[in-house]
């Protein structure tokens, strides 16, 4: 199990350094003028990147769980404002798929909520994407109910469905259930989502009728805060290569050639380069 748990770490850094290399470029030349079929190409590359690190990031994620090393860590979060943008990051994916996504919020939610906020986005993101993933030319709508301190999310779709005996086994770490829309994911999102709900007090429930849709919701306990709302951190621009402020990057890694390159790329925005060297 020692040996397991090591080599999973090792080799999920060892191709975590590239991608992250590989990413940056992208984004580098998205920043430059291309053509149209030259910046489909690099956005292509850099959808595929983050693809791979998400993935790593999941099986990073479960062997966690699997260890009993997760933990909450609660922080004060608009709930209203949270959903809106987990939501805005499928908007692009959706009208692809030609899938209307709607939003819910049942009355007013409170102003400001303490809870893990990074593990409930997470829950939400995973819910979504799976829905995404499986449903085309039809409906998702994800919702939010308050009862008291008891808060319900859910995210309903008009998708593919799932077989009655099928609903259990895509709560296990690299289950998938086949059918034609499937793709080439690790089956973990839920597996991950489903513990992390279970960390936040609630249980991943799902109902389904294949060829009708899906609906999965929890309902999780997070306290009603009365303190000011919190600064939006999404709001904040790093403007360091705009401004007068000089800002300092250390590179640290084992590859002497994308270290170089990063170096050059970056000083070229007024950054401060130092090379880390252990």
């Known amino acids: 199990q020692i040996v397991k748990e090591q080599f ?26 291309l053509g149209q079929i030259e910046n489909n190409q690099v956005k292509i590359i850099k959808r595929d990147s983050e693809d791979l690190i998400h993935k790593i990031d999941n099986i990073l994620e479960i062997s966690r769980l699997e260890k009993g090393n997760e933990k909450l860590i609660p922080v004060l979060f608009k709930p209203e404002e949270m959903i809106k943008k987990v939501v805005a990051i499928f908007d692009k994916i959706s009208a692809e798929k030609g899938n209307e996504l709607v ?3 049942e009355n007013v939610l409170p102003p400001c909520l303490i809870g893990d906020l990074s593990k409930i986005q997470m829950c939400l993101i995973n819910l979504i994407s799976n829905s ?9 709508v ?6 008291d301190q008891i808060f319900k999310f859910s995210v309903m779709d008009s998708g593919c469905g799932i077989a009655d ?53 929890f309902v999780i306990p997070l306290k009603i805060s009365n303190e000011p709302s919190p600064e939006d951190s999404n709001n904040i ?23 170089r390159r990063l170096a050059i790329a970056l000083k070229a925005l007024n950054f401060v380069i130092e090379i880390a060297q252990d």
């Open 8 to 33: 999973l770490s090792l080799i999920t850094n060892e191709l975590k350094t590239p991608l992250n290399s590989i990413l940056g470029y992208s984004n580098l030349l998205l920043e430059r003028p």
């Open 103 to 105: 939003v819910e919020i």
């Open 132 to 140: 995404n993933k499986y449903t085309a030319n039809g409906k998702i």
């Open 142 to 147: 994800v919702s939010v109910q308050q009862f």
């Open 165 to 217: 005996d099928k609903i259990v086994e895509i709560l296990y770490p690299f289950k998938k259930v086949n059918t034609e829309n499937t793709d080439h994911g690790t089956g973990l999102g839920l597996a991950i989502t489903s513990s992390f709900i279970n960390l936040l007090g609630g249980q991943l429930e799902i109902e389904s009728k294949l060829g009708q849709g899906s609906h999965f919701w």
């Open 237 to 259: 621009t790093f403007t360091g290569y705009k401004s007068d402020t000089i800002y300092k990057i250390i590179l640290a890694g084992e590859d002497g050639e994308v270290q």
